[in-house]
């Protein structure tokens, strides 16, 4: 019978104490640089919100308003938070570190043996035209089909949510989802569809008041089967 080599063990469970450190070391440093990573965020948000409140004030007094006068006091600061908010998308992020989408949709994706289209239909989304810096708003319908591989339904949304709250062209942001969705689970397919106003249309110029512009985005079997993309168009109508 062999006994047990008190020296190995012993090297052994040092080995493991001192993984075990690394480990807690890894984990503290990851939770110091978070937290360093939203103090340096919270510094960078200030100073953008101090920076478009000035330009708000130049703008308010270009259109030859008083920016002193009791209503307007405040509003540089409102227009400035208002505007960051439509942007977020640039910023936004779950663990205050730069955004990392395929992080964000991490947690969320989940192996499945499921072969039948996933569809999501109508979710609100808000963007703003890069071309008029007004916005423009809608609702956009993602399918697709899995390849062993979904995403947790409500992430579709945080895809939207992320690449609508920036300047943007319909065009884009429709195959910007697409991507984004391709990129994360690689499902045999993607079908985007976006209508949405455009404020720039509505408020200026022709004033098509009722107009909506429908944009879309079909890849992988989507692109290549007329029999799918009909399946996924006929269920979003
Ligand atoms: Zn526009």
């Known amino acids: 019978m062999e006994t047990e080599n008190p020296v190995k063990s012993l090297a052994t469970r040092s080995m493991l104490e001192s993984f075990d450190m690394k480990e807690q070391t890894t984990e503290y440093q990851k939770e110091k640089k978070d937290t360093n990573q939203k103090q340096l965020n919270g510094v960078v948000e200030t100073s953008l919100q101090e920076q478009l409140s000035s330009s708000y004030r130049d703008i308010l007094e270009g259109l030859g308003e008083d920016p002193t006068r009791a209503g307007l006091?405040?509003?540089?600061?409102?227009?400035?938070?208002?505007?960051?908010?439509?942007?977020?998308?640039?910023?936004?992020?779950?663990?205050?570190?730069?955004?990392?989408?395929?992080?964000?949709?991490?947690?969320?994706?989940?192996?499945?043996?499921?072969?039948?289209?996933?569809?999501?239909?109508?979710?609100e989304m808000f963007s703003m035209c890069e071309h008029h810096m007004v916005p423009f708003m809608g609702k956009?319908?993602?399918?697709?089909?899995p390849n062993k591989r979904v995403l947790g339904l409500s992430k579709l949304a945080r895809i939207v949510e992320v690449f609508s709250r920036r300047l943007q062209v319909q065009e884009r942001l429709t195959k910007q989802i697409a991507v984004a969705l391709t990129e994360a689970i690689q499902p045999a397919g993607v079908g985007v569809v976006?209508?949405?106003?455009?404020?720039?249309?509505?408020?200026?110029?022709?004033?098509?008041?009722?107009?909506?512009?429908?944009?879309?985005?079909m890849l992988g079997v989507f692109r290549e089967d007329p029999k799918t993309r009909e399946e996924f168009l006929s269920l979003i109508r």
């Open 73 to 123: 006091l405040k509003t540089p600061q409102r227009a400035a938070k208002a505007l960051m908010f439509f942007t977020k998308g640039y910023r936004e992020n779950m663990s205050g570190s730069k955004l990392d989408l395929l992080e964000i949709l991490n947690d969320a994706i989940f192996d499945e043996d499921h072969d039948e289209m996933v569809i999501v239909k109508d979710i």
């Open 140 to 145: 956009v319908s993602i399918g697709y089909l």
């Open 194 to 217: 976006i209508e949405a106003t455009h404020m720039c249309m509505v408020m200026r110029g022709v004033q098509k008041i009722n107009s909506k512009t429908v944009t879309s985005t």
